[in-house]
């Protein structure tokens, strides 16, 4: 099945500071990617999504990167605010079948 | 659009005792619904992929008959937790998908059990 692995698993950076997130997949045969931002106790939250046909995609302070070939594709967020806090979850998915990545602890400090 | 409700939002039981949990789409019609489990500071794992009117399909390690899937219409599937222990005690969420032909899941605000 489906291996997704992500780093860092803690990340801390200042206010204004950029933040890069990493994932790599096992299975070409993955052709969805989101990310998710889950606070405390909350659902997982859709932030930003590519498809396999694609190599980048921007939704503001968002965007996202897509290697097909090397099978690896990463979350980078400008400016970051402390509002940004939370962990980060990659996914990858053949179909409707999501598989997670390990999550990210992000801790943007004042 | 595309809400998906849980319910209960937590609940706490005994030992040995059955719980069920309930997964509704709330502005859809769902074939297939997902339930995944997150235990403390860890990803959300697939537990189960359920079927609406067809059994479930479990994922490797996941006893079927610990965790009974029905997805008896098209916006609702229930988790039952039989013969709960402490080690069930965890995150339990559902999600809905390919509203639409898209690839997005919706998931529910999820489920804390905690059993004791």
């Known amino acids: 099945g489906e291996n997704v692995e992500q780093h860092p698993s803690t990340l801390s950076v200042q206010e204004g500071d950029s933040a890069v997130i990493k994932c790599t997949y096992s299975d070409s045969a993955s052709n969805y990617f989101p990310w998710y931002k889950q606070e405390l106790g909350k659902r997982p939250q859709l932030i930003i999504d590519i498809r396999s046909n694609v190599g980048e995609k921007k939704d503001q302070r968002i965007a996202v990167t897509l290697n097909k070939t090397a099978k690896h594709f990463s979350l980078h967020i400008t400016e970051t605010q402390p509002e940004d806090s939370a962990v980060y979850f990659c996914a990858a998915s053949i179909g409707d079948k999501l598989t997670f990545g390990t999550g990210t602890q992000l801790k943007v400090e004042l | 659009g595309a809400v998906v409700s849980q319910h209960p939002s937590w609940v706490i039981c005994k030992s040995g005792t059955s719980v069920k949990i309930e997964c509704r789409s709330l502005?859809?019609?769902?074939?297939?619904m997902f339930w995944y489990r997150q235990f403390p500071k860890q990803s959300l794992m697939l537990m189960a992929t359920s079927n609406e009117g067809s059994k479930a399909t479990y994922e490797q390690g996941v006893e079927k008959d610990k965790f009974l899937i029905n997805h008896a219409s098209l916006t609702l599937s229930t988790l039952t937790v039989t013969s709960a222990h402490p080690e069930d005690s965890s995150f339990y969420i559902c999600?809905?998908?390919?509203?639409?032909?898209?690839?997005?899941?919706?998931f529910g605000p999820g489920t804390r059990l905690t059993v004791t």
């Open positions: 502005d859809f019609q769902a074939t297939t």
């Open positions: 999600s809905a998908g390919s509203v639409g032909g898209s690839y997005e899941q919706y």
